[in-house]
């Protein structure tokens, strides 16, 4: 089956700190991979994917490479500010159909 | 519309009373989904449409819980006789409907808090 498995948090650092959060799958096929981002009283929204295997995908200072050999996703920031302070959630979908799997969720609270 | 909307935000019903929860889709977008996300727990699926119909309901958690959607376009998630474990936020998502070139982004709602007391 599929599945997605994040770290748990809550993680807190303090700002202009490296962090990464990691991600590791389970497929059947070739999914496609997401890192969606909550700001605290607001949705979910998209912060960047990956469609095939070695693709990066960025924005906003993030980064995750899909890595197919040790199936993971891990996201990435060089240096965090405080507005990235958030909830991330890791999830994938398989390229034949329409269902979303979604991790638990990582709760990243930046201090100044 | 420019998003997704959902009503209400908040809702607050006593145990034993069914609720309706609505929402609104990004015209044009043919799949919509429906998740629960309770405090401190990650999304949990519940349940799909493509057009009118539902091809995966497995998530539903139990009979009391049942979606429809009518037109291709607003969806209702009922919830009969409400137990307090039912208190969550649920979420609604839109998408393009996959096409072979990949899965669409989801667009999230702001959700609709339920509370059981």
């Known amino acids: 089956g599929n599945s997605v498995t994040q770290m748990e948090g809550p993680v807190t650092l303090s700002e202009e700190a490296f962090l990464t959060i990691n991600c590791t799958y389970t497929?059947?096929?070739?999914?496609?991979l997401f890192w969606y981002v909550q700001y605290p009283g607001e949705g979910l929204q998209l912060l960047l994917k990956?469609?095939?295997?070695?693709d990066k995908g960025s924005n906003k200072g993030f980064e995750a490479t899909y890595r197919k050999e040790t199936t993971s996703f891990h996201l990435e920031k060089g240096s965090v500010q405080v507005s990235d302070s958030a909830v991330y959630f890791c999830?994938?979908?398989?390229?034949?159909?329409?269902?979303?799997?979604f991790g638990t969720g990582t709760s990243l609270t930046v201090i100044p | 519309g420019a998003g997704v909307s959902q009503s209400p935000s908040n809702k607050v019903t006593e145990k034993g009373k069914d609720v309706e929860l609505r929402c609104d889709p990004i015209?044009?977008?043919?799949?919509l989904y429906w998740y629960r996300q309770s405090l401190g727990q990650g999304l949990e699926f519940l349940i799909y449409f493509q057009g009118n119909s539902a091809p995966d309901k497995s998530g539903l958690p139990s009979d009391r819980f049942s979606a429809e959607r009518t037109g291709g376009s607003v969806s209702t998630l009922t919830i009969q006789r409400t137990q307090q474990e039912d208190s969550a936020v649920y979420l609604c998502a839109s998408s393009l409907f996959f096409t072979g070139t990949g899965p669409y982004e989801q667009y999230f709602g702001p959700g609709t808090r339920l509370t059981v007391t």
């Open positions: 999830a994938l979908s398989e390229n034949t159909g329409n269902q979303f799997y």
């Open positions: 990956a469609t095939k295997a070695d």
């Open positions: 015209s044009g977008h043919t799949a």
């Open positions: 497929a059947t096929g070739y999914p496609s």
